[in-house]
Structure formats: C-alpha cells, structure tokens
C-alpha cells in the first residue's frame, strides 16, 4: 500500500473510532470518501454528520455495493473480519483491503512500538507510552487503546512515538506494516471462537513480522517457547524477558533478580532499575510486563537512568486486576479483561489470599478445567454465571467447589459475598467475553465497581 494520493477515492467500513479516523485522515489528504456502517443508531448517525460536514459520502444501515466498488482500496475498521461477506461481493472481491492501522502507518513520520501477544498488551502499550513521556519524549498509545492510529497521524505535530497496541485480527489484514520495535507478550490459545484452529491465531500474530529488517528490534518473552519460535527468521535484533530465571550467557534483555530488582541488559552490562515492590501493578506478569516496557522504551530513546521514575509512578489500568474496594476485611479485585484462559490463569497465579473466583460470561471455546492445577491452594470458592455457567460447572465440579448462580449480575455478586470471609479475595476474572449480559468487557468492569462500592455492605 502506499501513501494517501489526492483525488484517490477510498473507502471506509465500519463508523466507529478507527473508521471514523481513518475517513478524517483521507480526508484531509485531499482524498474522496466512501464511508459506511451496517448499523443504524445515534452513533452511527453522529459519526455519519460529522464525516458529511467535512465532506465524505457516507450510508448507515447499508454498505452500497456500486459506491465501494468505485474505491481505490477498501479501509477495514478493527471489528470487521477480512472474511465479512461484503468483501467477497461481486464487484469488490479484487479490490486491495487495508487494515486501519496500516492505512495510518503511512502517514505517520513517528517510529513506530507495536505491542501484541495474547495478554498483557494495553498494560504493556500503556507502560511505555508512560514511560517515554516521564523521560520527556512525546509518546502516545494508540491502536486498540487510547485513540486510533489515524488519530495520531492527523496530529499536529504527530507524536515522537507511537505506541501501538495491535491485535490478532488487526495484524492478520496487513500487508506491509512494519514497526521500530516490537513487544511479543505471550502466546495462548484465544478467540477459538473466530478462529479455525490455534494455528491460524498464532499465524495472524505471525504478521507483526512480515515488514521485517535488519533494523527491527523484537522484544520477545524468554519463558514462552511458542513466542520464542514465532518470529522464525526474521531479520532484526532480539531480546528476550524472563522473570523464573537470570537471563543466558550471550542473551540480551531483561530479567528478576534474586534479590527481586528489575534488571535490564541490553548489551554487555546489568543495570538494577528498580526492585519490584516498588511497582503499583499487582502480580508476578506485570512484572514481566514492567519488563517489556522497559526495554521497549529503552529502545526507542529513553535514557536507563529515567526508568524507575516512570515504572514506579505508573498505576493499574481500570479492568485488569484493578483493586475496587476492601469492605468487611475482603478484597473485591476487577479483572473483567480477562477474557480467555490463559488470563484468568495469570490472575489466579498473583493471588496470595483464599480466593472466590467469578467465572463466566459467553464460551470461548477453552476448557476451564485448565485452571484446575493453578487454582489449588488459592481458589477456595468458583461462582459460575452467565451463558457458560453450565460448561464451567461440568469442566470444574468435584475438583473445585462451583455453584451455579443465575439472574442479574447484583445477584450473582451477593453470592460471592456470601462466601467471602475477612482476609479473602473476591476476583473478578471470567474468562469468557462479556456479551451475554454486557456490552463489552468494560461495562461489565464498571458494573462490578458499581455494585461492590453502591449495593454490598
């Protein structure tokens, strides 16, 4: 792909954030616009007057075939799956389709951080920006947190940084993206439920790869084996996070002491940044995460010496195991975006109180018996709610205590009161996404904190 042409005419599917963005950027670019959503309500219908107010064509409620096939290339917004049907409508099968984020690429002087792996991606992309803006270099998240990317491309002036937060379906539709450095957090199997199989997901992480150069600089996690061997042969400089052990003659990077300092080694020499319980960011993954951030930042500017000021002033982000409330001696916890296994392991792992454990929402695909080995000697209660309350009950009874809690999520938290006693946890963690009863994992978040601040006593 290439750079917006004058006069190009492009089009643009999806009127939320992303889509919204990317029709402003052409749009300034001097290009014509072809936007729509197949949604019809207000916001749609606000987007859609305000691209109509700088000059854009644009339908809700329809995708108009003719419009589109008139396009140059087609702009995909991150919530559309290259297989949507309207891409493989007559007419429009042949032509170029192009991710938001790569569309923006292009217009972006600003090297480019992308962060990406099953878990730990936002508090990674957040962490960095924090830590480039601490040392005084103009940094700014996009991607799939904060703003989108075309946002930063329309700044001006554009950012020093962009820190990009990048996801599986995002990475899988590009071409020739390419990206400074580049964060692989972890890998676990995730969206098996849009995914034919864990090989395809691998795959589309895969892509962060593909714009590869001897310049690239890849952060990858050293106690993964599946990140490890992800990149392939990519070219570009390695360095490798491990926190169960020091980091291996020759290997470059960051790792835990023995005595629990973060400590980075990007070339030949060991720098102590900053001991771990300094950090705001609760259990043994974000220390890794502070890690990976590090380095990443490191890397593109900021001085070793103004690490720990940022690492140590850097807060949990709402939602991934946020502290909500301490009432009555127990600790009630948000981790409503853990959204797969593989989170609600982490967040099992970093409890050091008994634990009742809030399990459910919309199936996945995953066993949940997975959690068994983690959960013993930790998890004292399971209430299992919403769609997949039945799936976790026959995945987990006879090896955990489960009850089955139906109605309003009031009720399902009343429950888990019920069973907690003065020094336990209750831990939001479902490992299932959110849409049976919320509108996204963030609104089931903030339902948590209402409920547990408004309603128990």
């Known amino acids: 792909m290439?750079?917006?042409?004058?006069?190009?005419?492009?089009?643009?599917?999806?009127?939320?954030?992303?889509?919204?963005?990317?029709?402003?950027?052409?749009?300034?670019?001097?290009?014509?616009?072809?936007?729509?959503?197949?949604?019809?309500n207000e916001a749609t219908e606000a987007a859609a007057v305000q691209l109509r107010a700088l000059g854009a064509d644009v339908d809700t409620g329809v995708h108009d075939l003719e419009k589109l096939a008139a396009c140059s290339r087609i702009v995909l917004s991150p919530g559309i799956p290259l297989t949507a049907?309207?891409?493989?409508?007559?007419?429009?099968?042949?032509?170029?389709?192009?991710?938001?984020?790569?569309?923006?690429?292009?217009?972006l002087s600003a090297p480019v951080v992308t962060v990406t792996g099953t878990n730990g991606k936002t508090t990674v992309t957040a962490l960095i920006a924090h830590l480039l803006r601490t040392a005084g270099i103009d940094a700014e998240a996009g991607g799939n947190i904060g703003v989108a990317l075309s946002e930063l491309a329309l700044r001006e002036p554009q950012p020093a940084v962009a820190v990009v937060e990048a996801s599986s379906f995002q990475l899988g539709a590009t071409t020739d993206f390419a990206c400074s450095v580049g964060v692989l957090t972890n890998l676990a199997p995730d969206h098996l439920d849009w995914y034919?199989?864990?090989?395809?997901?691998?795959?589309?992480?895969?892509?962060?790869?593909?714009?590869?150069?001897?310049?690239?600089?890849?952060?990858?996690?050293?106690?993964?084996?599946?990140?490890?061997?992800?990149?392939?042969?990519?070219?570009?400089?390695?360095?490798?996070?491990?926190?169960?052990?020091?980091?291996?003659?020759?290997?470059?990077?960051?790792?835990?002491?023995?005595?629990?300092?973060?400590?980075?080694?990007?070339?030949?020499?060991?720098?102590?940044?900053?001991?771990?319980?300094?950090?705001?960011?609760?259990?043994?993954?974000?220390?890794?995460?502070?890690?990976?951030a590090a380095l990443a930042a490191y890397l593109v500017g900021a001085p070793?010496?103004?690490?720990?000021?940022?690492?140590?002033?850097?807060s949990p982000i709402p939602h991934r195991l946020e502290p909500v409330a301490e009432k009555n001696g127990v600790l009630w916890i948000n981790d409503s975006k853990a959204t797969n296994i593989a989170s609600t392991?982490?967040?099992?792992?970093?409890?050091?109180?008994?634990?009742?454990?809030?399990?459910?929402?919309?199936?996945?695909?995953?066993?949940?018996?997975?959690?068994?080995?983690?959960?013993e000697g930790r998890v004292k209660q399971v209430i299992a709610y919403g769609e997949a309350a039945d799936q976790v009950v026959a995945d987990l009874g006879g090896a955990i205590p489960v009850e089955k809690v139906e109605g309003r999520f009031e009720v399902v938290l009343a429950r888990a009161a019920a069973h907690a006693e003065s020094g336990d946890t209750v831990l939001l963690s479902p490992a299932c996404s959110s849409y049976d009863m919320f509108e996204s994992y963030e609104h089931r978040g903030r339902e948590f904190r209402r409920i547990v601040e408004e309603e128990l006593g």
């Not at 170029?96 to 569309?103: A, D, G, Y």
């Not at 390695?238 to 960051?254: K, N, T």
């Not at 070793?304 to 850097?314: K, Q, Y």
Request: net charge neutral; glycine share 10%; proline share 7%.
């Open 345 to 375: 392991l982490v967040a099992i792992r970093g409890m050091d109180r008994p634990t009742v454990l809030l399990l459910g929402g919309r199936h996945k695909g995953e066993p949940y018996r997975k959690l068994i080995p983690r959960m």
């Open 85 to 107: 049907k309207i891409l493989s409508a007559p007419g429009i099968a042949g032509i170029p389709v192009v991710p938001e984020i790569e569309f923006a690429f292009h217009e």
């Open 304 to 314: 070793i010496d103004r690490l720990a000021e940022g690492l140590r002033s850097f």
């Open 196 to 292: 034919g199989s864990v090989e395809e997901y691998y795959a589309d992480k895969a892509k962060m790869y593909r714009g590869a150069s001897p310049r690239s600089r890849w952060v990858l996690n050293g106690e993964d084996e599946e990140a490890l061997a992800l990149p392939g042969d990519a070219p570009g400089e390695r360095y490798v996070v491990r926190i169960e052990s020091p980091l291996e003659p020759g290997e470059r990077g960051g790792y835990l002491s023995a005595d629990g300092w973060l400590t980075l080694r990007p070339d030949s020499e060991n720098h102590r940044i900053l001991a771990s319980s300094e950090l705001k960011i609760r259990g043994p993954h974000n220390v890794a995460n502070a890690l990976f």
């Open 2 to 40: 290439t750079e917006i042409r004058p006069g190009e005419r492009i089009g643009v599917l999806g009127l939320a954030r992303s889509g919204v963005a990317a029709s402003r950027l052409a749009l300034k670019q001097g290009a014509e616009v072809y936007a729509s959503d197949l949604s019809r």
